[in-house]
């Protein structure tokens, strides 16, 4: 009997044929060969089924049958895709031995391991476990098949996946639904991604910017004119900075101290998929899904690439061949010139810059593979040329650079100058004809406010410590304080790789990455889907949060389910599923977990007050209309925090505040009122207070400008966590706020 391959798609299924059965004919939904009959899955061919699959009840949506946790999980065939399921189970009737050629990836698994449950296949089960589709690497990889057994943790790990989407999904999605009255989705990995939006956004809109001033001097020594920033608090005061620019010009300086020492700026890592995304987005303005499908192409069809769905920056001993190879392939392409000047001598496997195999799981850094490129698109080039020219540098030396750092004393007011002078490009020079290479992303604001103070320069500079300098001028530079940055979607990229910690230091980062928001196969699919059902739009580059995604995140954290919105916490389940794929976690322990936090998210939505229809105007947010996904399109069991769409029903009309500004945070705590609190611009004040109801709580109180959080902690609990206050007679203090009087909204401390 012959042996059946499933691949997850056509283009690699023909691949494969073309490198180990060439003679292979092809019968349209799978090719056959004299000891392989090779076919393919189209991505998910079977889904996790949907709650009216297991109840009739839940065709309709009512928060009363929530939660919904099935004892085991059901699994129905996709119906777009049905035929090819049958064509599958026809074909191992035939086999005696299977190959899991799916995605070398945690996704891959999924799909082969869902194919065999439904169609109950027995036969031993081989694992194709490849980083590129050249034939030569096809053929290395069948010689070396894995037994499938040694990647059941990896089902595992899939599976439980895949079912705490479907339950948070289902359960969140359906019960704020319900609640509410407009159609809402809830997802694990997206809701707290939704959160750094909205985190970031409030830091936006509460900062207010406050003016400075710079004070620049402009030195002269002999022919040697230098610039540096004076070394003193911050002027608020422009006649103050004006007065001391005064002081100094004109008159004689001295060197109070000059030292000068030598760095070396190496190549940065090569691309993992979240950093190629990142750099394509800075870049080109790539979208992460298209830098996905774009190196998903340079993969699959071009095969000019290696697999791209990894979240290693490094390689193994067994890449260091495959990366000479493929830069002699390079020669005699547009990167020729780059291949003559590259020292192979750089690349070995003591490289821990390069090779660091105990960084390197699933899959290796992204490579050029040694099949020259042709045919390609101008993006895919685009992609592509990021892809060769990060490659090629590591075959280049450092950068070398001479750093002079002098402090300049005139009139007893120091200056300090740092000046970068260029020895040798080593690797720069790959980029040499672009546009000047940006410095590392990663830098944080001190860092910038350093690179203002340093100027790099070409030709050789150096000054005479001991010779006479004259302040020539003295400048002041008026400028503004700048609040955050809205996230692009490379921004969001390394936010979500660090699960939102600001993470500078690459070590670091490199240790996140497993606690990450989701993978870098899935990020962005989750980006897409908050476009999808209208929780952000795009303003150019710049993510900008919907009202309807604003009162999401609101509405979450105002039924007290804080967790569902917490990114560091949902990026240690992300970490929990990495273990159980390594064995070292128990996958019955994570859903017993998932379970529990389900019914947790509808218990407390359960108890919370029903937000106003207004609440989410602004962005034509669509309402719940008994259409199957008419707000999400069609949800699938392999996604987040679909399902289909309750029935329509009238729910009753809450006030708002009437300010343009409401925004639900609890229910009113003052006794017999029943009404909502809602943020305004000065305070958070009741719904019902055209009735009467006088309760409000400031948000300017204690020396603080109170929360969403605080508040609620103030309404549900009475008091605060402990904080720094400052008190009516100006005493700094550390104590909690508590709420003193409930019908009026009055604070005090503690």
């Not at 895949?162 to 694990?188: C, P, Q, Y």
């Not at 989701?518 to 795009?538: C, F, N, S």
């Not at 309807?548 to 967790?563: D, F, S, T």
């Amino acid at each position: 009997m012959k042996t059946l391959i499933i691949a997850e798609k056509p283009d690699m299924g023909r691949n494969i044929a073309a490198a180990i059965e060439p003679k292979a004919k092809n019968m349209r939904s799978h090719l056959e060969g004299e000891q392989y009959i090779i076919t393919w899955a189209i991505g998910h061919l079977i889904e996790l089924a949907e709650p009216d699959q297991y109840d009739d009840k839940y065709k309709k949506w009512n928060i009363n049958h929530l939660p919904i946790i099935p004892a085991e999980f059901k699994l129905i065939p996709n119906p777009r895709t049905y035929d090819q399921l049958k064509v599958i189970a026809e074909l191992a009737k035939k086999c005696n031995q299977l190959v899991n050629a799916c995605d070398a990836g945690r996704e891959g698994q999924h799909i082969f391991s869902l194919i065999q449950r439904h169609l109950g296949l027995n036969q031993p089960v081989k694992r194709l476990w490849i980083s590129d589709l050249t034939s030569e690497t096809i053929r290395n990889g069948f010689a070396t098949l894995k037994d499938g057994a040694e990647y059941e943790n990896l089902t595992r790990a899939a599976r439980s996946r895949s079912e705490a989407d479907w339950l948070i999904g289902m359960n969140g999605s359906r019960a704020f639904t319900t609640k509410h009255n407009v159609l809402l989705s809830v997802g694990r990995v997206q809701t707290p991604v939704l959160a750094l939006i909205y985190d970031r956004q409030k830091q936006i809109e509460a900062f207010s910017s406050l003016k400075f001033y710079e004070l620049e001097g402009h030195f002269a020594q002999g022919d040697t004119a230098y610039r540096g920033m004076w070394q003193g608090d911050r002027f608020t005061d422009g006649e103050k900075a004006q007065a001391l620019a005064a002081k100094v010009k004109g008159k004689a300086a001295r060197i109070q101290s000059y030292e000068v020492k030598e760095t070396k700026e190496f190549p940065f890592k090569l691309y993992d998929l979240t950093l190629l995304q990142r750099e394509a987005n800075g870049k080109y303005a790539f979208s992460a899904k298209k830098t996905l499908d774009t190196a998903q192409a340079l993969y699959e069809k071009h095969k000019v690439i290696s697999y791209p769905r990894t979240n290693s920056n490094y390689v193994t001993e067994q890449n260091i061949p495959d990366m000479h190879k493929a830069l002699n392939a390079l020669q005699g392409t547009a990167y020729h010139e780059l291949v003559q000047g590259a020292n192979r001598n750089l690349v070995h496997i003591n490289n821990k810059f390069i090779c660091n195999p105990s960084k390197v799981e699933d899959h290796h850094a992204i490579l050029p593979t040694n099949k020259k490129a042709s045919g390609l698109s101008p993006d895919e080039q685009k992609l592509y040329d990021l892809i060769v020219r990060r490659f090629l540098s590591q075959f280049y030396p450092p950068a070398a650079y001479k750093v002079h750092t002098v402090m300049t004393e005139v009139e007893q007011e120091l200056f300090k100058t740092t000046v970068k002078e260029l020895l040798s490009l080593g690797w720069k020079v790959i980029y040499a004809d672009q546009k000047k290479e940006k410095a590392k992303a990663t830098k944080g604001k001190e860092k910038e406010e350093e690179e203002d103070e340093e100027v790099e320069v070409n030709e050789p500079f150096s000054i005479d410590a001991n010779g006479d300098v004259t302040c020539t001028d003295a400048i002041v530079k008026e400028k503004d304080t700048q609040p955050p940055k809205h996230f692009n979607e490379g921004t969001l990229l390394k936010a979500m790789e660090s699960a939102g910690k600001q993470i500078e230091d690459e070590e670091l980062r490199d240790a996140m990455k497993d606690s990450g928001l989701g993978t870098p196969a899935t990020r962005a699919a989750t980006i897409e889907r908050l476009k999808k059902v209208g929780y952000i739009d795009m303003q150019g580059k710049k993510i900008i949060l919907t009202q309807k995604g604003r009162m999401v995140v609101e509405l979450i954290r105002g039924a007290g389910i804080e967790l569902l919105t917490s990114p560091e916490m949902t990026g240690q389940w992300e970490r929990r599923l990495n273990e159980i794929s390594r064995g070292t976690a128990s996958d019955e322990q994570f859903m017993h977990n998932v379970k529990k936090f389900a019914t947790l998210i509808v218990d407390k939505v359960r108890k919370q007050a029903r937000a106003s229809k207004t609440d989410f105007e602004g962005d034509n947010a669509p309402e719940a209309t008994g259409k199957r996904g008419s707000a999400s399109g069609k949800p699938t069991s392999r996604g987040e925090g679909g399902t289909k769409s309750p029935t329509k029903k009238k729910a009753p009309a809450e006030k708002s505040t009437g300010d343009g500004a409401s925004t639900f945070i609890a229910t009113c705590p003052r006794p017999g009122c029943g009404g909502s609190l809602f943020m305004g611009r000065k305070g958070y004040g009741c719904s019902h207070y055209k009735e009467g109801c006088s309760f409000v709580i400031w948000k300017e109180s204690f020396g603080r400008s109170l929360t969403d959080t605080q508040v609620q902690a103030l309404v549900q609990k009475g008091k605060t966590t402990k904080l720094k206050l400052v008190l009516a007679d100006g005493t700094e203090t550390d104590g909690k706020i508590v709420l003193k009087d409930v019908v009026t909204g009055a604070l005090g401390t503690e």
